[in-house]
């Protein structure tokens, strides 16, 4: 199985491929397109796994983690090299990505349908296809995100890593923006790439530094993360310009790769963008969410962990400041998760809050559990969310059901709309979500959204598939004992009781109580009690394509965890023999079966508490109780504490402003008057200049004429052509010539 | 050093005079127009014999020429590349051909003329990249501003005389004072030979070099643009016909860029390095204040004229920053901003010539009735913003190393325009392509889809970002030898700021 493992570098080869051959050829043909890509994803998948195991089987395959070159850039006098790299930590990536992309892939063929905001006028031959009218479009992005996330995973260098995480940054503008008839998806996109650019300049100013200040003069991970090169950063001091500290450097490179992450992870301050990156359609958003963009962002902690650990080391404050935003981001984002009302948006902020557990494992110096923790989030948030997609997929049906036939009460047959699309498209498209909206104590609500649980209700005996797959990962979300995130999110908490993390550690229970509660919320708003609208009485179940990759990666979500539970650790086996050969420090803790049982208590706890209130769903028109308890608090929470208009209104603003004042002061105040000025000077000389030519030059030139012309007015008397004047006038200037020539021949004769 | 050819850069130099007189003689527009298209192709493949017969270890000067040009003042024909002018001579031919296909397609009004002077425009260019005598370098430098008042000014839009006007005096003010200080610099050094002129610096005092600096520094910061010397380009850019535009911004303004870094600072060191902080501080604004004022820009091609003073912003950070990181990348800056604006100049120029405006409210949902302009369109803005796996990345990821290296602040400051070059195109994209159709004219049936042969033009272009993005080591391994060479005979300067 070895021999595998230098197939690496194959592994985004075939989705790049499926890219290019749907870009250039395939661009008109949908089901062509979906194939193309799906059997690229599988093509990649088949690489990967064959790798991830044959890493998983060999004994002691950290101490002998596979890296090899493929060419390299000299800048200057040094290289950059391209290359890839197989270790524990990408084996388990590849496996996670590699299946994930595969499943969102098949689900992604069958959910995009023609969309409800277009009309079916402007795009006929889609809207009788039934399918998105840039469906293959859509497969072509995917599946160069994909190659973006792969190419990520076997990189063997910073450099590289980073270009393809620009290659997603792009892939997810293109796709969050990918209805960009609808402005908040236009709006979504661009924010999206401008938060993660913001995080990335810092990251490339980190990158800057490393590969000054490394010896090695390359940003391959081999070389920058060696013990050498991390001794010497250690050693290596800087004085911070504007607070004065002399700090080694290694910190303030941790600080700014690790920004790298605040923007892709979405980690507070930055986090604005993910949930509004649901305006993509919803196989993007369990792309972004779980397989991809956002698990890079934690990746390339877990990547560069030892260079944190070292700094961690020598200023202790990089890692309290990386476990501080992590712990507070989960706390902080999984408050704003108990008031929303979007569906997707609740998941959105229960990512946010998951990453930061991630960050702050690695704040923690939990390495193992973080990288755990990253692999089954990522299964059950990709249940998760491809759930949800299948519930707004079905609510969006039920609507055009409702809007067919008029608001009739008794429910419909229930195997009209299951599994295959009862409508022909034409009927289906046309009705953008232009519902009533109605103001209510705990929000507006659109009474036509399918994204709005409050919408909802009932759904899991009209979506039972759907239904019990979601529940099953909102359990392992949730931490329900035994599921994966279960073991994945106690470890994390055992690290930070056992670590001696004592706030770091009260953050994440409250949080975890919170997740496990929106999570009963949510699942209660959502299947339980009876529906509240017509629309959810009519929702039929998804079609195989969406439900099958549902039930592949339930299992995932359910026992995943059990590779690392606290009395058979296998990845932690896995991992130690890398980390012994990377010669850094992570966390070790003696499990105590104290955090456990916090974990234990706070999980089943809040599931209960969620479930007690919302068990039976909500009545129709009933106010979320949560918002006569929580009074001002639930509209901080549900205004997710004014962030997005904090920033609208300062920074982007000010931006704005700057922008015209420049242009103004550019173009009609002071530089372009400058030179306009300049310019006009100089046709005021240049009239300067005519007129004194006119009047002082031109002037003698005529006063010269004028008085020869006079002077001619005197002799012209002379020249009245009688010749005995003329010879008069010779005879005296002959006299006078002669006069004055004689007379001083005739003063010296004298 | 090894020449196919004898006489091979007054071959690649004075072909597409030789065609512009063919031109000229021929009788009817389509012999015109063919005969200007063939001589650019013809130039371009000759040019590529540099490529061929490149001697890579080679940090002097190859393909030299030199001949007497008038003894008595030591005037010299001299000629040669090096790795620093290699790429702009192959970057203006390549553009040529581009450039005078689209006029042939578009171009209606008195074509005869209007290919003439761009075929006299590209001799003046790859002239003034080759000249490696003061006196030759001002003519072709001068040249080139002759045709492109004339394309500006009688093949401009709305208020082109005005442009033209503001073209020609600025840069010609900028260039008259040039030309006192190249005078002054053979009165004190006997010499025009730039080959020869670094060594004889110490002939100079300082306060010679520093007005014989700040006079070099002017003409080449008013072409490049430097802040606050651009506010021609705008309008220039917004009246010139397209090809004048990719011209323009794709060659011309690297007149001032590698002027500066073949003339001006080699001859001046010592003032260079006085005046670096001077000239990164003006770099820095104009890369922060070029693209927050392209922000706001109604009109797409002010929009990238403004870019384009951002990115120049770049290639002089790189260029001031003086080793082989900075300057490396500005050579190949120079050269990806030559192809990425082109590129956008040209795309907004087949958007004109369908819609008849560039203003930027008048389109919207372009993507859905042009998804193949749409397409190429975002390729060109993300090469253009500097996305990792394109050129600009490579440029400017090694001109901000190299900036590190001398001025850690400088280089920390540059970055935020990494930001906003982000946010200005894909504004402008949104602008363009994102939405619902608002304007009937956009719609899919009055509006038509890049033509096949519209598409042969951009491909070239756009295969070099990926070439040039992902093989940087093709044009650096060129490069770096040279740079090296030209930083080595610097004295040793440190430059401090502010410590």
Same mark, same amino acid.
């Given at each position: 199985m070895q021999g595998f493992l230098n197939l690496a570098w194959l592994v985004p080869v075939p989705t790049f491929l499926a890219f290019a051959a749907i870009v250039l050829f395939a661009n008109r043909n949908k089901t062509v397109s979906a194939l193309i890509a799906i059997g690229g994803a599988v093509l990649s998948f088949l690489l990967s796994w064959p790798i991830a195991f044959s890493a998983f089987t060999a004994d002691h395959f950290g101490q002998h983690p596979v890296e090899a070159q493929l060419f390299s850039i000299p800048t200057g006098t040094s290289d950059l090299w391209i290359g890839y790299q197989v270790d524990p930590a990408n084996a388990l990536m590849l496996f996670m990505s590699s299946f994930l992309l595969v499943m969102i892939f098949i689900y992604a063929s069958g959910y995009m349908t023609f969309p409800a905001h277009l009309s079916p006028a402007t795009y006929p031959i889609a809207a009788a296809q039934g399918k998105d009218p840039r469906y293959s479009r859509f497969m072509a992005y995917i599946s160069l995100f994909a190659t973006g996330m792969m190419g990520l995973v076997v990189s063997n260098s910073l450099l590289t890593f980073f270009i393809f995480w620009e290659i997603m940054g792009l892939c997810s503008y293109l796709l969050i923006g990918f209805w960009y008839e609808k402005k908040s998806a236009q709006a979504a996109s661009i924010k999206a790439f401008m938060t993660t650019r913001v995080g990335d300049v810092f990251m490339l100013v980190g990158l800057m530094f490393l590969y000054i200040h490394s010896q090695s003069g390359n940003l391959l991970f081999s070389d920058i993360l060696s013990a050498e090169n991390l001794h010497h950063l250690a050693t290596l001091s800087v004085t911070v310009p504007l607070i004065n500290v002399t700090v080694p450097w290694v910190a303030p490179i941790a600080i700014l790769i690790f920004f790298g992450t605040v923007g892709k992870s979405a980690q507070f301050p930055l986090h604005v963008w993910l949930p509004d990156a649901m305006e993509g359609p919803t196989p993007v958003s369990a792309m972004i969410h779980a397989a991809t963009m956002v698990s890079a962002g934690v990746f390339l902690l877990v990547r560069m962990f030892p260079l944190f650990a070292t700094a961690g080391e020598v200023a202790p404050g990089t890692m309290h400041f990386v476990a501080f935003i992590g712990a507070f981001t989960a706390l902080f984002a999984s408050t704003i998760a108990i008031a929303q009302w979007d569906i997707k948006r609740v998941l959105a902020y229960s990512t946010i809050s998951q990453l930061g557990y991630m960050v702050a494992a690695i704040g923690i110096g939990a390495y193992v559990p973080a990288l755990f923790h990253l692999i089954t989030h990522a299964f059950f948030k990709a249940l998760l969310f491809l759930g949800s997609g299948s519930v707004i997929h079905g609510v969006e049906h039920g609507l055009h059901h409702v809007h067919e036939h008029g608001h009739h009460d008794e429910p419909a047959?229930? &195997?009209?709309?299951?599994?295959?699309? &009862?409508?022909t498209p034409t009927e289906a498209a046309g009705h953008g979500h232009t519902g009533l909206v109605i103001h209510r104590k705990d929000g507006d609500l659109n009474l036509e959204d399918p994204q709005d649980m409050r919408n909802m209700g009932g759904l899991l005996s009209r979506m039972p598939r759907t239904g019990w797959t979601f529940i099953i990962g909102g359990l392992a979300l949730s931490g329900f004992p035994l599921t994966a995130g279960f073991w994945s999110k106690d470890e994390i908490l055992g690290n930070a009781w056992g670590g001696g993390n004592t706030l770091v550690f009260g953050a994440l229970v409250i949080s975890a109580f919170l997740t496990a509660f929106y999570t009963a919320r949510q699942i209660g708003l959502t299947f339980l009690g009876k529906p509240r609208t017509e629309m959810a009485k009519h929702a039929p179940e998804s079609v195989p394509s969406m439900t099958w990759p549902l039930i592949l990666i339930t299992p995932f979500a359910l026992l995943l965890g059990f590779i690392g539970t606290p009395w058979g650790n296998w990845i932690e086996g896995f991992m130690e023999p890398y980390i012994e050969h990377l010669e850094f420090h992570a966390l070790h803790v003696e499990f105590s079966f104290i955090p456990m049982l916090v974990s234990i208590v706070v999980a089943v706890g809040g599931l209960v508490a969620g479930y007690y209130v919302y068990g039976q769903g909500l009545a129709e028109g009933q106010v979320d109780p949560l918002r006569n308890w929580l009074g001002p608090l639930w509209l901080v929470f549900h205004n997710k504490y004014w962030i997005d208009e904090f920033y609208k209104g300062t920074v982007v603003a000010f931006s704005h402003w700057l922008s015209k004042v420049l242009y103004w002061f550019d173009d009609l105040w002071v530089i372009d008057p400058i030179v306009d000025g300049i310019g006009q000077l100089g046709v005021w000389l240049a009239r300067l200049a005519a007129e004194f030519d006119r009047l002082v030059v031109d002037g003698l030139v005529n006063l010269a004429g004028w008085l020869s012309n006079r002077a001619g007015g005197i002799l012209r008397n002379t020249q009245d052509g009688q010749v005995q004047v003329y010879l008069l006038l010779l005879v005296v200037s002959m006299t006078v010539w002669l006069l004055l020539k004689a007379l001083p021949i005739f003063l010296k004769l004298v | 050093m090894s020449s196919p050819i004898p006489y091979l850069l007054s071959l690649i130099t004075f072909l597409p005079l030789v065609g512009a007189l063919i031109v000229m003689a021929l009788a009817g527009d389509s012999p015109k127009k063919r005969a200007a298209f063939i001589t650019t192709l013809v130039t371009f493949v000759v040019s590529l014999l540099l490529w061929v017969n490149w001697?890579?270890?080679?940090?002097n000067m190859q393909f030299v020429e030199d001949l007497r040009w008038l003894p008595e003042f030591n005037l010299r024909y001299h000629m040669g590349v090096d790795g620093i002018s290699l790429f702009l001579v192959l970057l203006t031919t390549f553009l040529m051909p581009i450039a005078i296909y689209f006029s042939n397609k578009y171009v209606t009004d008195s074509i005869g003329p209007y290919l003439a002077l761009m075929l006299v425009l590209e001799t003046a260019m790859i002239g003034a990249f080759i000249a490696l005598d003061l006196v030759l370098f001002f003519v072709f430098f001068e040249l080139t501003l002759i045709p492109m008042y004339f394309l500006i000014g009688r093949w401009g839009s709305g208020n082109r005389v005005y442009a033209a006007m503001k073209f020609f005096l600025y840069t010609f003010a900028g260039s008259a004072v040039m030309l006192v200080a190249i005078l002054a610099v053979y009165f004190a050094t006997g010499s025009f030979d730039i080959t020869e002129l670094p060594a004889l610096a110490a002939k100079m005092s300082p306060t010679f070099q520093t007005w014989g600096f700040i006079a070099f520094a002017l003409a080449f910061a008013i072409k490049i643009p430097l802040f606050p010397f651009h506010t021609w380009l705008p309008d220039a850019h917004v009246q010139a016909p397209t090809a004048g535009s990719i011209i323009l911004a794709g060659v011309l303004l690297k007149l001032g860029t590698y002027g500066y870094l073949r003339f001006a600072a080699p001859i001046f060191p010592q003032a260079a390095a006085q005046f670096g902080p001077v000239i990164a501080i003006l770099a820095i604004i104009g890369i922060i204040y070029g693209a927050l004022v392209a922000l706001v820009q109604k009109d797409v091609k002010s929009l990238v004229a403004y870019s384009s003073v951002a990115h120049l912003g770049y290639v002089m950070l790189g260029v001031v920053a003086m080793n082989p990181q900075g300057v490396s990348g500005s050579v190949l800056q120079m050269v990806n901003h030559g192809l990425s604006t082109g590129a956008l100049f040209l795309m907004v120029g087949l958007l004109y010539e369908r819609r008849h405006t560039r203003l930027l409210?008048?389109?919207?949902?372009l993507w859905k009735s042009v998804p193949i302009f749409c397409g190429f369109f975002l390729v060109v803005a993300m090469s253009s913003a500097g996305l990792p796996g394109l050129n600009g990345f490579v440029g400017e990821f090694t001109i901000l190393i190299g900036m590190y290296k001398h001025e850690p602040v400088f280089a920390i400051l540059a970055a935020i325009g990494v930001i906003l070059a982000a946010w200005y195109l894909l504004t402008a994209f949104r602008k363009i392509a994102q939405g619902p159709i608002t304007n009937p004219a956009n719609e899919a049936n009055r509006l038509s889809d890049l033509k096949f042969d519209e598409i042969a033009m951009l491909l070239p272009l756009v295969l070099l970002f990926f070439i040039i993005g992902l093989f940087p080591n093709l044009f650096l391994d060129k490069i770096n030898p040279s740079v090296q060479a030209l930083i080595n005979q610097q004295p040793a300067i440190v430059m401090k700021v502010g410590r």
């Open positions: 047959p229930g &195997g009209e709309h299951g599994g295959k699309e &009862g409508h | 001697d890579n270890g080679q940090a409210a008048e389109f919207g949902g």
